[in-house]
């Protein structure tokens, strides 16, 4: 069975710093990812995938992930945030063919400082 | 994408009876699925809900204390059996399979259980 790690359990930071959140995960064959974020009091939407193709992928609201297989690694960017991306932010994985089950890793919280 | 809405949006109910949760996704999905997403935590899938079948439950789930229905394509529901305050979580309905598996989320029932 596929797993998600997401190290950064809350992260920090001030306005127009740059942001990486990482997520590993740990499935032995080809997967699809997502980065889905929580703004709070509303519900999950969906950030950026990547099923296949370039391994940078450009989502919403600036942000991009990159893939790279060999380190099972699928790490969300934004050159600088704002305070609006406060929010939790969660990174899943599927494998590539079958019943279509998301593993979601623990999330992320991120705190933008004005 | 698709809307999913979700009723209730909150509930407070009683240690011993059950909630009955409604999904309705605005177009016709191949896969629904329910979550659990307790306090400071990441989702847990429940189960997937079969058009026409039973649902699939996922370890740690059972269909005594989730029964789950889904009669056609576009909604399903969860009920919460004999509750107890451990109960106490956030409810995510999601359909997939719409467009390269990509899969969107209502936006939750909270319940909290005395």
């Known amino acids: 069975a596929q797993s998600v790690s997401q190290h950064n359990h809350h992260v920090i930071l001030s306005e127009a710093a740059s942001l990486e959140l990482g997520c590993n995960y740990s499935?032995?064959?080809?997967?699809?990812l997502f980065w889905y974020v929580q703004y709070p009091g509303q519900h999950l939407q969906l950030l950026l995938k990547?099923?296949?193709?370039?391994?940078l992928v450009k989502g919403i609201k600036g942000f991009e992930a990159e893939f790279i297989k060999s380190k099972f690694s699928f790490n969300l960017r934004k050159p600088s945030v704002q305070w609006s991306d406060t929010a939790e932010y969660f990174c899943a994985v599927r494998p590539n063919f079958g019943n279509e089950k998301l593993t979601f890793g623990t999330g992320t919280r991120l705190t933008i400082i004005p | 994408s698709a809307v999913i809405s979700q009723k209730p949006s909150r509930d407070i109910c009683q240690r011993g009876t059950s909630l009955t949760i409604q999904c309705q996704v605005d177009?016709?999905?191949?896969?629904m699925f329910w979550y659990r997403q307790q306090p400071g935590q990441s989702l847990t899938l429940i189960a997937t809900?079969?058009?026409?079948?039973?649902?699939?439950?996922e370890s740690g789930f059972v269909i005594d204390k989730f029964p789950i229905s889904r009669p056609n394509l576009t909604f399903s529901t969860l009920t919460v059996s004999n509750m107890s305050p451990e109960d106490s979580s956030i409810y995510l309905c999601?359909?997939?399979?719409?467009?390269?598996?990509?899969?969107?989320f209502g936006p939750g029932t909270r319940l909290t259980v005395l």
């Open positions: 999601s359909a997939g399979g719409l467009v390269r598996n990509e899969q969107f």
């Open positions: 990547y099923f296949s193709g370039d391994p």
């Open positions: 177009s016709q999905v191949t896969m």
């Open positions: 499935y032995g064959g080809t997967v699809n």
């Open positions: 809900a079969n058009q026409g079948s039973e649902a699939t439950y």
